[in-house]
């Protein structure tokens, strides 16, 4: 579906992939190990997408280690298919992060829009809230800061008797049953 929408991907091939050869590049730029046209020889996967790939080995000095990946973007030099799937997983590094530290329980809107709103918000209060936490000096998570206030967004207590006061250990998250 990817491909018929004149999009392109970048993935991790399998260890187990079968392939078969059909064009080599021959000039490769330095920790590009294989850049080549290939066609997948399994019954079903071939199948599925009869189209030839493209197959990229890379050598990651930094990890020590090699990656194969397959694309359909034929256009993009070898390096570029390698850092795109750097960066894809830097995205998911960010969304892992987004979900541990923001709480977003669920989007209210499904547009792109109101994702990148939603998911700003969050960010920026985040950012407020460490700002608060740093500039009074709390000796508290941001974590625990949050829930603080998450729990006393009605109350007009002075925030330096509220985070004083409180004990952390009384306090749960509301949205928690």
């Not at 970048?10 to 730029?29: D, E, F, G, I, S």
Request: hydrophobic share 40%.
């Amino acid at each position: 579906r990817i491909h018929l929408t004149d999009s392109f991907f970048v993935v991790r091939a399998k260890t187990n992939l079968k392939y078969k050869t059909v064009k080599w590049k021959r000039r490769m730029p330095k920790n590009i190990m294989t850049d080549a046209e290939v066609k997948l020889t399994g019954y079903l996967s071939g199948k599925k997408y009869p189209e030839s790939f493209r197959l990229v080995r890379y050598y990651d000095e930094e990890d020590d280690r090699e990656f194969t990946f397959l694309t359909n973007a034929k256009q993009l030099s070898a390096l570029d298919v390698a850092n795109l799937y750097k960066k894809r997983w830097l995205i998911e590094l960010f969304f892992k992060w987004l979900k541990q530290h923001l709480k977003i329980k669920k989007f209210w809107g499904t547009t792109e829009n109101a994702v990148r709103i939603q998911i700003s918000v969050a960010i920026i209060t985040y950012c407020l809230v460490a700002i608060v936490q740093h500039d009074m000096k709390l000796k508290r998570s941001t974590y625990e800061v949050l829930q603080i206030l998450s729990i006393s967004l009605t109350d007009k207590t002075h925030l330096r008797d509220l985070f004083d006061k409180t004990n952390f250990n009384d306090v749960k998250d509301l949205n928690d049953p």
